[in-house]
Each structure stands twice: as structure tokens, then as C-alpha cells.
């Protein structure tokens, strides 16, 4: 499944995804938007029934935060299919950057909030437990006073929220740029991650 | 020691000891002078309702409060008190996380009561009301305050001490204060019980 990008394949590199990456992102895809629905919902919330919706974010976000680091240990080991060359090298250079701020928001935006909840005297009430069953460890802040770790809570808070609008914007770059690729381009660049809807004699 | 003194000292314990068989109920009894919370015998309790099902009480350690007690004029009474919210005691090992994040101690180290009219409703009851300043904001509230009792105490020795004791209570919202951590989860409402030993000095 991933001769392409063993030594000694062959020299042609692939032109869509391995199927494990497409896997990786549609289930992170999908994973994400949830969260951000929960987000907007438990917001909605008063009292004690915002704490189940919050617990299912905390739950999807540290898969996500597992998942990500799988899908960056196999993204080292399989290079991404090259990109059309009819794209100019802003084009390519804007795609890669929003690659990357995405792979950070991955990173950031579970690490922020597994941080927050941490720092907060909650967690020696009612631990992370994820999705109900597996216990998930808070991160240790040894030395911390209770007011410094008011303060880091505070700060973990503000960088949540605020990766989370900047989550926001660059989901909407990356999804408009996907779209315009395959209803103006009209390139097969979308098609790397949804195979099926790859053009017939399209230019990869 | 002269013989005066020791004379004298023989018999304040003499005129004492009867004194501590039988404490008072009577306001009356209370003696003139100056009054200091014992700060082993008090309970600064904190009552809260903890996600809309049940009520959970915290109580905070350190505190002081005195008064002067003139019998002829009790309504002339004002209590002056404090209470360090760092002292915050949840019955857990969260109670230092606790006080910060309800009552930002490391901003605001001191809470107080100063009294400014006291009601006599007879019976040994009464309202006290004064001004409460927690998290560096002062309004006023009023306690209902009801007496215990009076005696000599044969405590601490040699020669004991005469004190009186009162309960006190008073319903505040803690936003008015600032204080709205986990306002979705534990009350507003805040009720305070109070129960004081003073010691005459």
C-alpha cells in the first residue's frame, strides 16, 4: 500500500494521498468539526449540563492530539503527493504554511486545553476520565503556587480560545482553496484526498 | 510577689471558681470590658449550594474579632472582625487552589466586618448590621446575632478567663464581591455561620 514511498519504488511519486493518510484526515476532519460544534454548544449552556458536552470535547480533543501525533510520525515516512505544476510558488508556499499552521492547531489547540483543565483544582475533584472510561493524566505543575497556576490557567485559557478562532480561519482557507482547485482549477488537487473524485485524464 | 498582690490573686481565684460552676444564659451577665475572639474556639463557616442538589459547608481557620462590652449600653457595641480567606478550608488538599480561584487571596489577603447598628430584639437576640469588605469590595449586611452564654473559664490556667459567646449569621451573593468562579456549577447565594468564644481581657 505504500511501495511508492519505499526505497527502490518506483520513481513516479503517487498522486493522491496513502490511504492511511486519507484515513488520518477525514477521521481528524471529522473529529474537529464535533469539537467545534461542542465548543459553540456548551457555551449555549448554564449550569451542571454544559459538563457532559465539555467532557466529550476534552475526550475528542486528546484523540485528536493522539491522532495527530500518528498521522505526523506517518506523514514523515510518506511524503504528500506533489502538488499540480500549473500552481504558481506563492500558490505552493500558502498551501504548505496553512499545512502547517494546521499540524500546530492539531497540536496547540488539545495541548492549550489538556493545560487548562490541568491548572485548574477541578481536576483533584473530578479527573479526566476520556469518553467516560479511559482515566487520562493531568499535566503536573510542580512548584506552582495556587496563584501562579490561577495565572498559567488563565493563560491556557486565553491560548485555547484564541488558537481556536485562528483554527477557524485557517479551516476556511484551506477548505476555499480545496474547492477552488477542483470547481475553477478544475486540478485534481482535492482529489489526492478524495480519490473518487478524480477526473478521468486530468493532469495530477 | 508582695503580699498585696498574692492576697488579691487568692482571692479573685477564690471569688472566681464558683463563677465557672454555672455559666449564664443572661445578657445581663455579660461582664464590662474589652472582648477578643478565642482563636481555637470559633467556626467561620461557609454555606453553598453545590450544583443545585445539596448544600456543602467550608469554614476558614483564621480569623479575629473584638468588641467592647459595656452592660449598661449592649446597642453601643461594635464588633470589629477578620478573617484571612487564605485560611479557606474545603476538607480537601484543594483548599490553597480553591481560595485563589474564589477569592483571589493573593490580591485580596483580608476579608472584614466592621459593625455600625446593632438591634436589641430581647432574648439574647439581635441583628447586627456593618460593613463587609471581601475581594476589596465593602457593602453592608446584617448578621442575626443570638448570645450562648457567659462564665469564668477555668482555662487557661492559672487563673482562667470570663468569657461569652454568640452565634452569628448572615446571607450575602458572592458576585456582589466579584466572586463568579464556577458560578454554573456552585451558588450564589453565600450563607455565613459564625460561632465566637471571646475572652475578656
Known amino acids: 500500500m505504500t511501495a511508492a514511498a519505499l526505497p527502490g519504488a518506483p520513481s513516479e511519486p503517487r498522486s493522491t494521498y496513502s490511504s492511511v493518510a486519507i484515513a488520518f484526515h477525514w477521521a481528524i476532519a471529522l473529529l474537529i468539526l464535533t469539537n467545534i460544534g461542542l465548543a459553540w454548544y456548551f457555551n449555549t449552556l448554564k449550569g451542571p449540563a454544559e459538563v457532559a458536552p465539555l467532557a466529550l470535547h476534552k475526550s475528542i480533543g486528546i484523540t485528536v492530539l493522539l491522532l495527530t501525533l500518528g498521522r505526523i510520525a506517518w506523514r514523515l515516512l510518506n511524503p504528500a503527493p506533489p502538488l499540480p505544476d500549473h500552481m504558481h510558488g506563492w500558490q505552493k508556499f500558502a498551501a504548505t504554511a496553512v499545512h502547517l499552521v494546521l499540524y500546530g492547531l492539531m497540536l496547540g489547540l488539545p495541548l492549550s486545553g489538556w493545560a487548562m483543565v490541568s491548572s485548574s483544582p477541578l481536576i483533584r475533584v473530578h479527573p479526566t476520565v476520556l469518553f467516560g472510561v479511559i482515566p487520562w493524566p493531568a499535566m503536573p505543575f510542580p512548584g506552582f503556587s495556587s496563584d501562579q497556576l490561577h495565572d498559567a490557567r488563565h493563560l491556557f485559557r486565553t491560548t485555547h480560545t484564541l488558537l481556536g478562532y485562528i483554527a477557524y480561519a485557517t479551516i476556511v482557507l484551506h477548505v476555499a482553496a480545496a474547492l477552488k482547485h477542483h470547481l475553477i482549477d478544475r486540478d485534481d488537487v482535492l482529489a489526492r484526498m478524495l480519490p473518487h473524485l478524480r477526473r478521468k485524464g486530468a493532469a495530477a | ?201
Open chain 2, 1 to 201: 510577689m508582695s503580699f498585696r498582690r498574692t492576697l488579691a490573686i487568692c482571692l479573685a481565684l477564690a471569688l472566681a471558681t464558683p463563677a465557672a460552676a454555672a455559666p449564664s444564659s443572661q445578657v445581663s451577665d455579660i461582664a464590662a470590658g474589652h472582648y477578643v475572639l478565642d482563636p481555637r474556639h470559633g467556626s467561620v463557616m461557609a454555606k453553598v449550594l453545590h450544583m443545585g442538589v445539596s448544600i456543602y459547608t467550608v469554614r476558614f481557620d483564621v480569623y479575629d474579632a473584638s468588641f467592647d462590652w459595656d452592660p449598661a449600653h449592649p446597642e453601643a457595641t461594635r464588633l470589629s472582625a477578620s478573617v484571612d480567606p487564605a485560611s479557606l478550608d474545603v476538607g480537601a488538599d484543594y483548599s490553597k487552589e480553591f481560595a485563589e480561584e474564589f477569592l483571589s487571596v493573593s490580591k485580596f489577603p483580608k476579608a472584614t466586618f466592621v459593625a455600625t447598628t446593632l438591634q436589641d430584639q430581647g432574648g439574647g437576640k439581635g441583628t447586627m448590621t456593618g460593613d463587609l469588605t471581601l475581594m476589596g469590595v465593602t457593602k453592608p449586611v446584617t448578621f442575626q446575632v443570638s448570645f450562648v452564654g457567659t462564665g469564668h473559664e477555668p482555662l487557661p490556667l492559672p487563673f482562667g478567663v470570663r468569657a461569652a459567646g454568640f452565634s452569628a449569621t448572615t446571607t450575602f451573593k458572592r458576585s456582589d464581591y466579584g466572586s463568579t468562579y464556577l458560578n454554573n456549577l456552585v451558588g450564589d447565594d453565600i450563607t455565613l455561620d459564625i460561632e465566637a468564644e471571646f475572652d475578656k481581657k
